[in-house]
């Protein structure tokens, strides 16, 4: 597996020269600077009152600083319901998609049966398929499923991502076959060599996974623009679209909101960012 | 919910295995009694999670070619129409459009990006203080929302009052691009976002790429008096080759099916001037109800994404020979 830690690979370097070294600085801050630029925006606008969010010239630190904003937009809008619809779904999808995907993946890379490989290929065909192209069918299916405008369907939609199969099927084959033999020949059975040896020492890509899938389900904006149509099942990106064209000139408003949609997801990523990086770097997939 | 799921695929597939093993282990040896064991034991693993991605992916794949030679809507039945859906397309204008900004979108965005995130990982690929937070914020704008960040891009991409228009101004530009409010510009702002939304992903791809490059080969490289441009074109270049390899497939494929940030910042607009396939499906079928002729269009798009995905891999498989 490869793990990206910068740097890792050479023990000893060369001098860089100073030059050198605070050149690579500075052209690290430029792209840093830009990178975060929007974001800073953000959260400045957020804190200004709406006509202070476009000026000229541009007004950097707030001033007063708006706290209220933030209370606000719990009133104007449904914030509350949306906020708790996308947690609902982000747990559940992300709560079946580690469970049936490590499942899968011990299947796939410690059991053999016919067909197996050509199972695997079926999931591996489907990262060139794009979502987009069969998403119409899709609906047709889950309408006659009765799925469709309920919360299921996004459960459904997510759940049983290729993704979360190859995530675990990667991790699980570097773990070495001794230790599930050993298992086995004190009589331990497949399912209890999965839940007693495997997943325990699969946690970093357990954590992968679910902070993955939680991040994608939480900002997915295609599956529940067509499938939740009922404003009270809306998730926060359709509540934040939503919002954003009912009052189009709440620039401050708007902003609020979208930092609220994004503090959660930031916060997560703060916390375990070691995770995303080692997990996108084990598949080089996102979910 | 989860396990009473994995219960019931334990059920469906054990009552038309077993019987099967019985009968045949009264001639078979041991070894192939295990088999049959094995095999059961496998599809248990694999089942729970198949069922859903077989009924939710693959059933939909299939359909879609089926629906693309009808004429259906939500409430009425398929009817077969033959090749009625394709000729329409050929001859469809606003298909034409939409596949041409698709390609633009493409063609500017796949090397703009390659670009962004090779150069970022060799920035961010030494032992220097501070690399794990740079690596982190290029990596933020991935995982923060499609909703959040397009609004916030339109802000600043106003073209009177926006910061982005107040800084060209501010360097001297005289006339500053109206952006996503000009047919011409939003193209361009659309790449632009999308750029910097993907380079962090990308990038961590390639750093993970070039932690395979052995350290020995530069060492010698170096000694043999090669400068950085040199050892960066005949060593770093083709020891990436697979991880090249693999985002521009994926870069592609994203390229193609781009959708929900144009979606979001400008609906395919001003005119059509950022309308691309995916939200010419989406249009035609959620917003017309015309899912035969949507599946038609999807399919050229399904098309487009694997062929696209198999001469990569027939060049990359001629280019390691």
Same mark, same amino acid.
């Given at each position: 597996?490869?793990?990206?830690?910068?740097?890792?690979?050479?023990?000893?370097?060369?001098?860089?020269?100073?030059?050198?070294? @605070?050149?690579?600085?500075?052209?690290?801050?430029?792209?840093?600077?830009? @990178?975060?630029?929007?974001?800073?925006?953000?959260?400045?606008?957020?804190?200004?009152?709406?006509?202070?969010?476009?000026?000229?010239?541009?007004?950097?630190?707030?001033?007063? @600083?708006?706290?209220?904003?933030?209370?606000?937009?719990?009133?104007?809008?449904?914030?509350?319901?949306?906020?708790?619809?996308?947690?609902?779904?982000? $747990?559940?999808?992300?709560?079946?998609?580690?469970?049936?995907?490590?499942? !899968?993946?011990?299947?796939?890379?410690?059991?053999?049966?016919?067909?197996?490989?050509?199972?695997?290929?079926?999931?591996?065909?489907?990262? !060139?398929?794009?979502?987009?192209?069969?998403?119409?069918?899709?609906?047709?299916?889950?309408?006659?499923?009765?799925?469709?405008?309920?919360?299921?369907?996004? $459960? !459904?939609?997510?759940?049983?991502?290729?993704?979360?199969?190859?995530?675990?099927?990667?991790?699980?084959?570097?773990?070495?076959?001794?230790?599930?033999?050993?298992?086995?020949?004190?009589?331990?059975?497949?399912?209890?060599?999965?839940?007693?040896?495997?997943?325990?020492?699969?946690?970093?890509?357990?954590?992968?996974?679910?902070?993955?899938?939680?991040?994608?389900?939480?900002?997915?904006?295609?599956?529940?623009?067509?499938?939740?149509?009922?404003?009270?099942?809306?998730?926060?990106?359709?509540?934040?679209?939503?919002?954003?064209?009912?009052?189009?000139?709440?620039?401050?408003?708007?902003?609020?909101?979208?930092?609220?949609?994004?503090?959660?997801?930031?916060?997560?990523?703060?916390?375990?960012?070691?995770?995303?990086?080692?997990?996108?770097?084990?598949?080089?997939?996102?979910? | 919910? %989860?396990?009473?799921?994995?219960?019931?695929?334990?059920?469906?597939?054990?009552?038309?295995?077993?019987?099967?093993?019985?009968?045949?282990?009264?001639?078979?040896?041991?070894?192939?009694?295990?088999?049959?064991?094995?095999?059961?034991?496998?599809?248990?693993?694999?089942?729970?999670?198949?069922?859903?991605?077989?009924?939710?992916?693959?059933?939909?794949?299939?359909?879609?070619?089926?629906?693309?030679?009808?004429?259906?809507?939500?409430?009425?039945?398929?009817?077969?129409?033959?090749?009625?859906?394709?000729?329409?397309?050929?001859?469809?204008?606003?298909?034409?459009? +939409?596949?041409?900004?698709?390609?633009?979108?493409? %063609?500017?965005?796949?090397?703009?990006?390659?670009?962004?995130?090779?150069?970022?990982?060799?920035?961010?690929?030494?032992?220097?203080?501070?690399?794990?937070? *740079?690596?982190?914020?290029?990596?933020?704008?991935?995982?923060?929302?499609?909703?959040?960040?397009?609004?916030?891009?339109?802000?600043?991409?106003?073209?009177?009052?926006?910061?982005?228009?107040?800084?060209?101004?501010?360097?001297?530009?005289?006339?500053?691009?109206?952006?996503?409010?000009?047919?011409?510009?939003?193209?361009?702002?659309?790449?632009?976002?999308?750029?910097?939304?993907?380079?962090?992903?990308?990038?961590?791809?390639?750093?993970?790429?070039?932690?395979?490059?052995? +350290?020995?080969?530069?060492?010698? %490289?170096?000694?043999?008096?090669?400068?950085?441009?040199?050892?960066?074109?005949?060593?770093?270049?083709?020891?990436?080759?697979?991880?090249?390899?693999?985002?521009?497939?994926?870069?592609?494929?994203?390229?193609?099916?781009? *959708?929900?940030?144009?979606?979001?910042?400008?609906?395919?607009?001003?005119?059509?001037?950022?309308?691309?396939?995916?939200?010419?499906?989406?249009?035609?079928?959620?917003?017309?109800?015309?899912?035969?002729?949507?599946? %038609?269009?999807?399919?050229?798009? *399904?098309?487009?994404?694997?062929?696209?995905?198999?001469?990569? *891999?027939?060049?990359?498989?001629?280019?390691?020979?």
């Amino acid at each position: 597996m490869a793990v990206v830690t910068a740097g890792a690979r050479v023990t000893r370097r060369r001098p860089w020269g100073v030059a050198g070294r @605070v050149l690579g600085y500075c052209a690290l801050i430029v792209a840093a600077a830009a @990178v975060l630029l929007p974001f800073v925006w953000m959260v400045i606008s957020s804190l200004k009152s709406n006509n202070q969010v476009f000026t000229i010239p541009l007004q950097w630190i707030p001033n007063p @600083v708006r706290w209220s904003n933030f209370i606000d937009i719990w009133t104007k809008a449904d914030m509350g319901t949306w906020l708790k619809n996308t947690l609902v779904l982000s $747990v559940a999808v992300t709560f079946l998609q580690v469970l049936t995907g490590s499942f !899968a993946a011990y299947g796939f890379s410690r059991t053999r049966f016919p067909g197996r490989d050509v199972l695997f290929l079926a999931y591996v065909g489907t990262i !060139a398929v794009p979502w987009q192209s069969y998403m119409i069918p899709q609906f047709i299916l889950f309408s006659k499923l009765h799925l469709s405008n309920t919360l299921w369907s996004i $459960v !459904a939609l997510q759940a049983f991502a290729a993704f979360g199969v190859f995530l675990m099927k990667q991790y699980f084959e570097s773990i070495p076959e001794e230790l599930s033999e050993a298992a086995r020949i004190d009589g331990l059975s497949e399912y209890g060599i999965y839940w007693r040896i495997m997943l325990p020492l699969s946690v970093p890509a357990i954590a992968s996974l679910t902070l993955l899938t939680f991040t994608n389900t939480w900002n997915d904006y295609l599956g529940p623009l067509i499938y939740l149509r009922s404003p009270e099942i809306w998730t926060i990106q359709l509540g934040l679209r939503s919002f954003i064209s009912q009052y189009n000139a709440e620039y401050a408003l708007i902003m609020a909101g979208s930092v609220l949609s994004v503090l959660p997801i930031a916060l997560i990523f703060m916390l375990g960012q070691r995770h995303f990086v080692q997990g996108i770097a084990t598949t080089g997939l996102k979910g | 919910m %989860a396990t009473a799921a994995i219960a019931s695929a334990g059920r469906a597939a054990s009552p038309s295995s077993p019987p099967a093993r019985r009968g045949r282990s009264t001639k078979r040896r041991p070894g192939s009694r295990l088999k049959a064991r094995n095999t059961l034991v496998g599809w248990t693993f694999v089942l729970p999670n198949f069922i859903g991605f077989a009924v939710l992916t693959l059933v939909p794949v299939l359909i879609l070619f089926y629906v693309s030679f009808t004429t259906w809507n939500v409430f009425g039945t398929a009817k077969w129409i033959g090749i009625a859906n394709y000729t329409r397309m050929l001859a469809d204008r606003s298909y034409h459009v +939409a596949l041409l900004n698709t390609v633009y979108y493409a %063609a500017v965005h796949i090397p703009l990006t390659l670009a962004c995130s090779l150069a970022l990982a060799l920035l961010l690929n030494r032992r220097l203080r501070g690399m794990a937070f *740079f690596r982190t914020v290029a990596f933020f704008p991935y995982i923060t929302s499609i909703v959040a960040i397009a609004v916030v891009w339109n802000m600043l991409f106003s073209p009177q009052y926006g910061p982005i228009n107040q800084f060209l101004h501010a360097i001297g530009v005289q006339n500053a691009p109206g952006w996503t409010t000009s047919a011409t510009w939003s193209m361009p702002a659309v790449i632009i976002v999308g750029t910097w939304r993907e380079m962090g992903y990308y990038m961590l791809l390639f750093l993970a790429g070039l932690q395979t490059v052995p +350290a020995e080969l530069h060492e010698a %490289a170096r000694m043999d008096g090669a400068n950085a441009w040199q050892r960066f074109r005949n060593v770093t270049m083709p020891c990436l080759r697979p991880t090249t390899f693999f985002v521009t497939v994926m870069l592609t494929i994203g390229s193609f099916k781009v *959708f929900d940030l144009i979606l979001v910042m400008t609906n395919g607009g001003p005119g059509q001037s950022t309308l691309v396939l995916s939200q010419y499906i989406y249009q035609k079928g959620f917003g017309e109800n015309q899912f035969g002729y949507a599946s %038609a269009v999807a399919v050229s798009l *399904f098309l487009i994404c694997i062929l696209v995905t198999i001469y990569q *891999f027939l060049v990359n498989k001629r280019r390691d020979r």
